[in-house]
């Protein structure tokens, strides 16, 4: 019968069900085309691109690492990628713990898959961190592995190694150096251990003398799991990038202690009967996997779901995701509501989804960076052109030359009449690799009309473009108000105005807006009010009533108010008024009926509690 | 061998019937009598004879292009044959031909080959070679057309004479640091000035002879750093300003999105070689907004662009006078405030004046208002003779794009402006030779190896200076002294204009205000 290879007792059939696991789990449960949404990596064909990073240690890997990004847009090939990365990586610990003749190594080596997925778990994380790291520690391998005992022979190839290493991946050099001295440690190399050291604190610091531009602390932690925005917030992720970076030393340690401490035996092989073994690995995966599990969030994910479904305007499937929702951020409630507005269902069903406590429907500032390219898409399908650039531009400063950002600044100046700066865009777009295609075919598209004129999209912001100059820093409110004026049939406008007005509790301004639903009637006789507009009204009408003891006349122009709303405001009211004083006691028992109501909203601020979640997609800006 | 032989032969056919010869070309052409469309397009403008290559791409349909750049006789010359239509002119070749025809035209002949086979022939594409060099390095900052954020800054040195480009500094190895205004005396690389803005604070910083030295400007007269800034030809003084500048929006798609507004600025001289700042009411007047602050060629006058301190409402109406006053840089004394031009006369707003180094020519923006010309399509360049006042709109102004951001070359015979004419977004680098009669000759986009370069190229071309040489200071030495810096060199406040400042602020009344307190 034939036999497996054994690989450091783990065997053949093992390590493929454990990556294969690996694989469909960054596949089916992380989903790289969610990777490739939140990060975008940018890479460009050309030698421009390619020598922006060969002026700096780093560089290569950060260029292999956009490279190899672009697989993410297919999943099982962003997984593939990923997989084989993590593959190489163990591959190259395997190898390294042989060296140093640590048992078990097989089993040892596949620890690191593990880290590798707590920290894929996080979207954020940059493929970079991977590369790097398997080019030290393949490093480290084939130096442990090194034939020759002449310490001038090893000097030599160590400092052979230090210049790719460096120049490749900047700091994981400092792993290489630490696993290289591990390894002559053992070996009783004490003095070569010494030197390795040395190597890894000297290294850097020389580098910034002479090939690296940037900061000292840069030298050092470029590209090191231990560095970088993943980490922000996270200590299971900062526990995992540090254990990922010192795995392969620690491990040849650890093992070199074990057996120093236990009296050498003879390799026991299959031991235990089939049940016995299966429910050992079973143990072993159990162990693996749990920490994964632990440290993977469900509800962010659903929250980049939601974003993605929003940027490709999948609207339905936005608001099925936010259904899941446990918690969410700005982001979502911006992704959320404009959804609602593109199906008719805002002045409906706002309160049925996330939604933001007393604030209002949208900031237009740069200042929450997530939300920068959902405010452009917003302002610009409102009409509000500039204002869409201005988002745009932060976004592109921020996030870097993403295809999603620049397509938008296509868009956006050929309806601000500059087809030449599109183009500019476009040329760049057509040295991506994927957008290649679309770009082309804009251009030829521009060449024949450079205002684009057949185009839908561009035509519907047109029609309601804001041409008049309003300079200066204005709210929501006013930014709609101008919108309207600019066309008082944008519909998107006035849902976006009066959801303002309806989250922002101006009831007032509510029943004074009635009216500018009679701009959508094209003469037909007039639409019902939608619901939370006639929920709105009634409680202006009852608040006015109690305060100035007499109900305030609000113009409903020939609508009226349904039976049904009358009839559910009346219990509402009952149900508050014999609960007075027990705000909390009338909140338990209006919960099942009125939750998606605007007085449920109104008096209880809505069916969340608690503040919404910080986004985790948020970049620090410096 | 005989199937090794047949290929060979095979081959050799096939070389020869896809080889074009001249005669070919010659005995097949139609000739047409437009110009060609190349980009970009240099016809009819004046180029340095010490310029790299000018690579153009030829947007005619065809098969096959042949170009021909060639002077006086046309049997000498340079032959491009491509099947491309991007030319790449071979750069000895083409050093040799600008050498052999200073102040002579040369000429572009251009022929495509169409699907048909046959070969077209253009309208001949006339430049002409100046006779005088350009400065060999032009040193500008690249930016994306920026908002509120900055996250990716640098600013690069290109060598002319070739395409090499280098960086003199990147913010993203300076921690992420905002820079501006790189500033140089007399067109030499050294010193260099340049203002820094990060968490590790607002330094100016001087580099020079290797050395980087910090220098924090603020002082009891102004809480603001410099800004702008101009070196005294002496070189052991600089010029610059204090301003308050806050970014705006308009909603007008036709306009440009963003505007600086100034809401007070100062002006006053640091002396490098003392740490001393000094200033006088006469250009720290808190009634106006004194900004753009420039030498005269002697060192005898600080020219200046001066406003009334306007509210932000009114920013329409805001249009700045061009002023100077006489200062020895020796004794210190301070000479008559004098206009030079009023808004009143030009109907507009002046800025960004240049002395040329003869100082005869004094080249300025004007734009319908403000201070920030860059971000106004109506701003156009425009040049005084200072022998008699007099000033022109110059003819090499775009007809609605900004052109702005000018210097002079070290001879006085090269001006290098921004301009956004390509696109109305991106502004460019371009050349325009300055004749002695101070005719302003058609300009030429700087060129890159890559014909198509400007085609997909995002930044925007900031502040580009001329420079005799490289700027050899390290980026290294430069960045270090953003985020580490040494303890800052705090300029101290010049004795009379502190005492002035004392007794302002001791005084019930002011009587002697010495800023406009925006500043402060």
Same mark, same amino acid.
């Given at each position: ?40 990596? #940018? ?96 490093? &480290? /391998? ?14 030599? /190839? ?92 620690? &491990? ?14 003879? #390799? ?37 779901? #939601? ?49 933001? /406590? ?88 521009? /060449? #024949? ?37 600019r066309n008082p049939r944008n519909m998107m406008a006035f849902d976006f105005l009066m959801g303002h007005y309806l989250q922002t509790m101006q009831l007032d301004k509510i029943a004074g807006s009635i009216g500018r639903l009679n701009a959508f009637s094209d003469g037909l006789p007039p639409t019902p009010l939608p619901r939370l507009y006639e929920e709105a009204v009634m409680l202006y009408m009852t608040q006015g009533r109690v305060q100035l003891g007499v109900v305030p006349k609000v113009p409903l122009y020939g609508r009226q108010l349904s039976g049904n709303t009358l009839r559910r405001y009346s219990r509402f ?15 338990h028992k209006l919960e099942a009926s009125y939750r998606d109501t605007y007085w449920y909203y109104y008096f209880f601020g809505g069916t969340e509690s608690g503040a919404p979640l910080i986004s985790r997609a948020t970049r620090p800006v410096k | 061998m005989r199937k090794l032989s047949l290929a060979i032969l095979l081959a050799l056919v096939g070389v020869a019937t896809s080889c074009t010869t001249r005669a070919e070309v010659e005995s097949d052409v139609g000739v047409g009598d437009r110009l060609p469309r190349i980009d970009p397009d240099p016809a009819g403008a004046v180029i340095p004879p010490n310029i790299a ?468």
């Amino acid at each position: 019968m034939r036999r497996w290879p054994e690989i450091g007792g783990l065997g053949l059939p093992r390590a493929a069900a454990i990556f294969g696991l690996f694989f469909l789990y960054v596949w089916l449960r992380i989903d790289p085309r969610l990777i490739y949404h939140v990060q975008e990596p #940018v890479f460009f064909r050309g030698g421009l691109f390619f020598a922006f990073f060969l002026g700096h240690p780093g560089g290569v890997t950060e260029y292999l690492s956009a490279l190899f990004g672009q697989s993410y847009v297919v999943p099982w090939l962003g997984a593939f990628v990923i997989t084989a990365v993590a593959v190489m990586i163990c591959a190259s610990t395997y190898v390294f713990l042989k060296a140093v003749e640590v048992s078990h190594a097989g089993f040892v080596s596949v620890i690191p898959a593990t880290l590798l997925l707590i920290l894929h778990n996080r979207y954020r994380y940059d493929l970079g961190y991977d590369l790097g790291l398997l080019l030290s520690l393949a490093g &480290a /391998a084939l130096y442990a592995s090194l034939p020759w005992r002449q310490p001038f022979a090893r000097g030599l /190839a160590f400092i052979a190694l230090t210049v790719p290493i460096y120049w490749v991946a900047a700091g994981p050099y400092l792993l290489f150096c630490l696993a290289a001295a591990t390894s002559e440690h053992l070996a009783r190399r004490r003095v070569a251990a010494m030197g390795c050291v040395l190597a890894g604190a000297a290294v850097p610091w020389v580098a910034t003398f002479s090939v690296f531009p940037g900061m000292v602390r840069d030298a050092y932690l470029h590209l090191l799991p231990v560095s970088g925005n993943h980490l922000v917030g996270e200590y299971a992720v900062i526990v995992a990038a540090v254990a990922l970076c010192v795995y392969a030393p620690a &491990a040849a340690l650890a093992g070199a202690w074990r057996q120093a401490r236990s009296e050498p035996t003879a #390799v026991t092989k299959s031991q235990g009967t089939i049940l016995i073994r299966i429910s050992r690995d079973l143990t072993f995966l159990m162990v693996m996997a749990a920490p994964v599990y632990a440290t993977f969030s469900g509800n962010y994910k659903t929250m980049m779901e #939601v974003d993605y479904h929003a940027r490709h305007k999948r609207w339905p499937q936005v608001l099925n995701e936010a259904r899941q929702l446990t918690a969410y951020n700005v982001l979502t409630v911006y992704n959320v509501q404009r959804a609602l507005s593109h199906l008719g269902r805002l002045s409906d069903e706002m309160f049925s989804y996330p939604h933001l /406590a007393n604030a209002p429907i949208f900031v237009p500032s740069p200042e929450t960076p997530s939300s920068l390219l959902v405010l452009c898409d917003n302002l610009m399908e409102l009409g509000h052109v500039n204002k869409a650039e201005h988002m745009a531009q932060e976004a592109l400063e921020i996030y870097g030359d993403r295809p999603s950002i620049l397509k938008r600044l296509v868009a956006i100046n050929v309806l601000k009449g500059r087809p030449a700066a599109a183009r500019v865009y476009l040329g760049l777009l057509e040295k991506t690799l994927l957008h290649r295609e679309w770009a082309q075919r804009r251009l030829e598209e521009l /060449a #024949v009309d450079p205002h684009l004129s057949e185009n839908a999209e561009l035509a519907k912001v047109r029609a309601h473009m804001v041409e008049a100059n309003y300079p200066g820093f204005f709210t929501a409110e006013e930014l709609l108000m101008q919108l309207l004026d600019r066309n008082p049939r944008n519909m998107m406008a006035f849902d976006f105005l009066m959801g303002h007005y309806l989250q922002t509790m101006q009831l007032d301004k509510i029943a004074g807006s009635i009216g500018r639903l009679n701009a959508f009637s094209d003469g037909l006789p007039p639409t019902p009010l939608p619901r939370l507009y006639e929920e709105a009204v009634m409680l202006y009408m009852t608040q006015g009533r109690v305060q100035l003891g007499v109900v305030p006349k609000v113009p409903l122009y020939g609508r009226q108010l349904s039976g049904n709303t009358l009839r559910r405001y009346s219990r509402f009211s009952e149900v508050l008024a014999a609960n007075d004083g027990d705000a909390e006691g009338a909140r338990h028992k209006l919960e099942a009926s009125y939750r998606d109501t605007y007085w449920y909203y109104y008096f209880f601020g809505g069916t969340e509690s608690g503040a919404p979640l910080i986004s985790r997609a948020t970049r620090p800006v410096k | 061998m005989r199937k090794l032989s047949l290929a060979i032969l095979l081959a050799l056919v096939g070389v020869a019937t896809s080889c074009t010869t001249r005669a070919e070309v010659e005995s097949d052409v139609g000739v047409g009598d437009r110009l060609p469309r190349i980009d970009p397009d240099p016809a009819g403008a004046v180029i340095p004879p010490n310029i790299a290559p000018l690579n153009f791409t030829v947007r005619e349909p065809g098969n096959e292009y042949r170009v021909l750049v060639h002077g006086r006789a046309e049997t000498s010359g340079i032959e491009i044959e491509s099947d491309e239509p991007d030319i790449i002119i071979p750069s000895g070749q083409w050093r040799d031909l600008l050498a052999a025809h200073r102040g002579e035209e040369i000429r572009f002949d251009v022929h495509t080959r169409t699907a048909v086979g046959e070969w077209q022939r253009f309208a001949p594409i006339v430049v002409r070679v100046a006779p005088d060099s350009i400065d060999g390095y032009l040193v500008y900052r690249l930016l994306k057309p920026l908002y509120n954020k900055y996250v990716h800054i640098g600013i690069f040195q290109r060598h002319l004479e070739s395409y090499q480009e280098s960086p003199v500094l990147e913010n993203r190895f300076a921690d992420n640091a905002c820079f501006n205004c790189h500033t140089f005396a007399q067109n030499q690389p050294d010193p260099m000035v340049l203002q820094t803005r990060s968490s590790h604070g607002l330094s100016m910083l001087i580099a020079s002879e290797g050395e980087v030295t910090t220098v924090d400007t603020r002082t009891a007269f102004n809480k603001s750093p410099a800004a702008y800034t101009s070196w005294h030809p002496g070189g052991r003084h600089i010029g610059f300003s204090v301003n308050k500048v806050s970014l705006f929006f308009h909603t007008d798609p036709a306009r440009e999105t963003r505007e600086v507004f100034d809401a007070g600025s100062d002006l006053a001289i640091y002396s490098v070689a003392d740490n001393t700042l000094t200033t006088t009411l006469a250009i720290a007047d808190p009634e106006r907004a004194e900004t753009w602050p420039e030498w005269s060629s002697d060192g005898r006058f600080l020219y200046f662009s001066s406003a009334p301190v306007t509210p932000i409402e009114r920013f329409e109406t805001v249009r700045y006078d061009l002023m100077r006053i006489a200062y020895d840089v020796d004794t210190g004394a301070w000479g008559k405030l004098e206009t030079v031009l009023t808004a009143a006369e030009t109907g507009r707003t002046v800025t960004q004046p240049k002395i040329s180094p003869d100082g005869r020519w004094l080249v300025f923006t004007m734009a319908d208002h403000g201070n920030f010309p860059i971000f106004s399509a109506s701003a156009d360049l425009y040049s005084m003779d200072l022998r008699d006042g007099g000033y022109r709109r110059l003819e090499i102004n775009s007809a609605a794009a900004a052109d702005s951001w000018h210097a002079w070359s070290s001879n006085g015979r090269w001006l290098v402006f921004s301009s956004k004419r390509r696109d109305g977004l991106f502004a460019r680098p371009y050349f325009s030779y300055v004749d002695e009669q101070g005719t302003f000759h058609p300009p030429v986009l700087m060129p890159q190896e890559d014909p198509r370069f400007y085609d997909s190229f995002i930044k925007t071309y900031n502040v580009p200076v001329f420079v005799t040489g490289p700027v050899e200071v390290s980026q290294r030495d430069l960045a270090r002294a953003i985020y580490a810096p040494s303890r800052p060199l705090a300029a101290q406040l010049d004795a009379r204009v502190a005492a002035a400042i004392r007794k302002e602020s001791d005084a019930a009344e002011v009587t002697e205000p010495y800023s406009s307190g925006t500043t402060r």
